[in-house]
């Protein structure tokens, strides 16, 4: 038995079956072009091109690890200054009671400003 054939222009395929193929299968269905054969092979094409290299990687991995080291370093850096910075204990005292906040928060503000009360107590109510 003889399908249609597509005509110019149309989508579909059909092919030339028997009623039950070979063995007893099923007529075999139509076919339809796979016009996203070829978007998908320009999408593989591209994630390929975008693979890391292991080598790119472990330096970018190095890159990050050196950088939060330093942001380390700095920190401990300016935890030591603050804690040579000198504050008066009626300063603390009066940030903690007027501002309501927890000793270290008071202390830290404190430290910040060198000391300066005035100064600190500005920055805790901006």
């Known amino acids: 038995r ?5 005509a110019e222009g149309d989508v579909e395929l059909e092919l030339e079956t ?7 299968r099923a007529a075999e269905k139509p ?3 796979d016009s996203g054969a070829a978007d998908l092979e320009r999408v593989t094409d ?3 091109e975008k693979e890391i290299q292991s080598s790119n990687l472990e330096t970018a991995m ?3 690890g050196d950088r939060r080291s330093r942001e380390q370093k700095a920190k401990q850096e300016r935890e030591k200054e603050l804690a040579k910075v000198t504050i008066k204990k ?3 005292e009066l940030i903690m009671n007027e501002m309501e906040i927890s000793r270290a928060a008071a202390e830290r503000s404190l430290r910040e400003h060198m000391g300066n009360v005035v100064e600190a107590l500005i920055t805790l109510t901006n």
């Open 2 to 6: 003889r399908k249609r054939m597509a």
């Open 18 to 24: 028997e009623p039950n193929g070979p063995g007893g």
């Open 31 to 33: 076919r339809k072009h």
């Open 46 to 48: 591209y994630a390929e």
């Open 62 to 64: 190095s890159v990050i």
């Open 90 to 92: 009626e300063d603390l």
